[in-house]
């Protein structure tokens, strides 16, 4: 026992201060994407959803519709089209309504700006 | 052509906070309402301290791997106040991952029924939510169609960071933030 | 400590001697995988044949074809051998046209749990009316449509008959399961016990089934890929790499030397954390609550060194047709990866200089060589019991082929043997990384997921040495590159079989975790 002791004196404490304060591994978490609504052609969003293995990204009309829910972080849409998608970063996704996980992406349409 | 998309077509950007879906009717509305309220009453009545119980219904045991670390020096979930247990009737949240294998139903409502009231059901995992898992003769794609979902933790597994923050939330002691964010970045942006 | 192969030591008579007598001669330039066909007849002549030869084990059996609604489309019934002492597979395939075929289990053992499983998904059956049990689809629960098969279903559900034990006094069962302790996964034990006593043990292991092979056909093997990983997410690298080799085998497609290096570096961090993972569950076993706090501080260490070198903690999107989609971040590994390791290297120093955790894990859960051998057993839990198994050795694929390995192994076939076996496996990995770190190990495809997707294959095996052990895998495409058929075959399918003998006689019921947390395997790597 007493050698269990020593060892962890000697190391000290690892726990986390979250979610009094940020943790620094976080940065090294994959995070869902984030969509860059300027990039984004009706063309380039088809490719998206079919790339998506998560069927989280289908498209209606001229928006993207991005279900953070199904999302998995695997960086598929993100490598087919590094200019229009790039990591969210964002981590605490927890939802407590299941609407509030689904987003909608403005595309350009047909008379884009 | 879904009539919720007229205003993309019309030409004019969709809002950048994202709405939730539209309740077409003030029922609707009213009921999220009345669900929100009483998940706020539930949270309440837990205090500083509850009891959670997980439940498989089919995941690749990444999940899993991640619960278990909340006990983990790491992260020590009981500083905040949690608690493993396994007795379903010591439980007051149900933590579930898998998309819910539809042979699963029945134990997966016999662990729910077990539990007395008031609890929570947390969801978590994106099986658990609807993706890498379509609905199909094996299984259901999502727990929600089988218990009563309160919250809702996506991630492939979810890291424990996100899973203390999908707890924290279940029991109102952190917002849930993903509502305001829109998963967009304009040119220029980082 | 000698070890043993798992055929029969001892020279072999020419692995072109035993191809010319099944009826095809081997070709100089033949790979490590040679396919051939065996008519239906002669099967069962075969596979004596083949049961005898030295340095063979019966690797995996399962079926393909038989669709019902395709006339004339028989079930091809396909075998893959180990011939371990020759560094090859050999993968025979004959057609059933009936519904039997001859018994494979009496002669190899091993393979009685892919009889079932080829029973319940293809409805034919061997030989002799030995009853099958349901080991792979949950029963028809209700009204409504039943579950889809890869083939046909069988005529009569299987027959679920368990070994009748005869005890002094009573002994009843009692049904575990599948809801059980918090935190892991669903299974459902049958105990049967007089007491505190095990008497026996079965596993029901069909509540996680979700279809996964069904679910990849029609797929290129890239949008496979994505399934494979999550099929079993601790064994992600190791199932991942396995497909990935037998796509690559059918699309004779070569990945480039730093890939293979960077899938290999990836694969020995898998390794690294599962035992970690796996010394953490045996310390919470044995109640030592120190052990386990210590042992975790490894793990999620490793943890949060595979997300900065790989970019996710489990190795998730690593692997890839053709190569790996990421490479190592180096310099994070070289910086972080001793101090992980030393976290578990001390862990274990001290773990296995405290007699009260020590005495819990001898002659606790004896697993024989003997019945590791006649079941098939892998991995870890193999070269617990003295078998030299270990496909990095006997089937040296790129990055292993000529990189000397020091292949761990014990006698005594207990849970102590086989914390040490991991151990011993955990030193050598770090060394490897090292090695193909300084080799050069960096993200490449051979070429471009678009030159490869429509490409036409023909059928391919792959393996890998996971954590748990050998990871198999077979592919057929077809002439667009979508799947037709997909073989997984998680190190977990053979070794749940190990966990039945291991816990029987002598061991009561507070050694069923310990067990379990000696062999570390996972249900969702046998029931998907």
């Known amino acids: ?113 | 052509m879904n009539p919720a998309s007229a205003a993309a077509d019309s030409g004019k950007p969709a809002p950048e906070a994202s709405p939730a879906l539209v309740a077409s009717t003030a029922h609707e509305a009213s009921t999220a309402e009345t669900a929100d309220a009483l998940r706020h009453s539930v949270s309440r009545q837990f205090g500083r301290s509850l009891h959670i119980r997980t439940l498989d219904t089919g995941s690749c045991a990444a999940c899993e791997q991640e619960i278990r670390l909340l006990t983990a020096p790491h992260y020590d979930l009981h500083r905040l106040g949690f608690f493993f247990t396994p007795a379903p009737r010591h439980a007051d949240l149900l933590m579930v991952t898998g998309p819910m294998i539809r042979a699963f139903d029945i134990a997966a409502r016999k662990t729910y029924q077990a539990m007395p009231g008031p609890k929570l059901v947390v969801a978590t995992g994106a099986c658990a939510l609807g993706g890498v898992y379509q609905p199909d003769a094996f299984t259901h794609g999502t727990v929600g169609e089988t218990l009563p979902v309160d919250v809702w933790i996506p991630g492939c597994p979810p890291s424990p960071l996100a899973l203390l923050h999908g707890l924290l939330v279940a029991v109102d002691r952190l917002a849930a933030k993903v509502r305001d964010l829109t998963f967009t970045r304009n040119g220029g942006d980082r | 400590m000698t070890a043993v192969r798992p055929g029969l030591a001892g020279e072999a008579p020419g692995l072109h001697g035993l191809l010319s007598e099944l009826g095809r001669d081997a070709a100089a330039g033949d790979g490590p995988v040679v396919t051939v066909s065996v008519a239906g007849p002669d099967l069962e002549a075969a596979v004596r044949r083949l049961a005898a030869f030295p340095g063979a084990r019966l690797a995996d059996v399962f079926a393909s074809g038989g669709n019902p609604a395709i006339r004339g489309d028989h079930v091809v019934l396909r075998l893959v051998w180990g011939l371990d002492s020759d560094q090859r597979y050999l993968v025979t395939d004959s057609v059933i046209e009936g519904e039997r075929y001859p018994q494979l289990s009496d002669i190899a053992p091993a393979a009685f749990h892919e009889e079932c499983e080829i029973y319940e998904q293809f409805g034919i059956r061997p030989e002799g009316g030995k009853p099958l049990n349901r080991v792979a689809l949950p029963p028809q629960s209700g009204p409504g449509p039943a579950l889809p098969r890869l083939g046909r279903a069988p005529a009569e559900p299987p027959a679920e008959v368990h070994a009748p034990h005869v005890v002094g006094g009573h002994a009843f069962e009692f049904p575990f399961g599948p809801v059980r302790q918090v935190g892991v996964e669903s299974l459902y034990y049958g105990l049967v016990t007089s007491g505190e006593e095990i008497v026996d043990l079965y596993l029901f292991t069909w509540h996680k089934h979700r279809g996964v092979e069904w679910r990849m056909r029609g797929r290129t093997p890239r949008e496979a890929l994505f399934h494979v990983e999550r099929t079993e997410g601790l064994g992600a690298v190791g199932a991942g790499w396995a497909f990935a080799a037998a796509a690559e085998a059918a699309l004779g497609v070569d990945p480039p030397g730093q890939a293979m290096r960077a899938r290999a570096v990836a694969l020995e961090l898998e390794r690294l954390y599962n035992h970690a993972a796996a010394t953490a569950a045996l310390c919470q076993s044995t109640g030592l609550a120190v052990g386990q706090a210590a042992a975790e501080i490894a793990l999620e260490r490793l943890l949060r060194l595979n997300a900065a070198a790989f970019g996710h903690r489990y190795l998730f999107g690593v692997v890839d047709i053709g190569g790996v989609r990421r490479g190592p971040d180096a310099t994070a590994l070289r910086r972080e990866l001793p101090g992980a390791y030393g976290e578990l290297r001390h862990a274990a120093d001290a773990l296995l200089a405290t007699n009260s955790f020590v005495d819990r894990l001898e002659a606790t859960g004896i697993l024989t060589q003997e019945a590791a051998r006649r079941l098939g057993i892998v991995g870890p839990v193999a070269r617990a019991t003295g078998l030299a198994t270990d496909v990095r050795a006997d089937h040296p694929a790129e990055p292993y082929a000529g990189c000397p390995l020091a292949v761990a192994g014990a006698q005594s076939g207990d849970v102590l043997a086989r914390f040490q076996v991991m151990l011993a496996e955990a030193a050598e990995s770090v060394r490897l990384i090292g090695e193909f770190l300084q080799a050069g190990a960096g993200p490449g495809l051979t070429e471009s997921p678009e030159g490869i997707a429509g490409r036409a294959g023909r059928s391919g095996l792959g393996w890998a040495e996971s954590s748990r052990g050998e990871a198999l895998a077979w592919v057929a495409l077809d002439g667009s590159g979508r799947i037709t058929r997909a073989r997984l075959r998680p190190a977990s399918v053979r070794n749940w079989r190990g966990f039945d003998d291991a816990c029987r006689s002598q061991n009561v019921f507070t050694d069923i975790p310990i067990i379990e947390a000696s062999f570390w395997l996972t249900v969702a790597g046998t029931s998907r």
């Open chain 1, 1 to 113: 026992m007493p050698l269990w002791f020593a060892r962890g004196l000697r190391r000290g404490v690892v726990t986390t201060r979250y979610p009094a304060r940020p943790d620094p591994s976080a940065a090294e978490l994959p995070t869902p994407p984030a969509f860059r609504p300027d990039a984004l052609t009706r063309e380039l969003a088809d490719r998206l959803c079919r790339v998506c293995p998560s069927w989280a990204l289908t498209r209606n009309g001229d928006v993207l519709i991005f279900d953070v829910g199904a999302c998995t972080a695997c960086g598929r849409c993100r490598e087919a089209a590094p200019a229009a998608v790039t990591a969210s970063g964002e981590f605490e996704l927890a939802a407590t309504d299941p609407a509030h996980l689904v987003k909608r992406i403005p595309l350009l349409g047909e008379g884009a700006r």
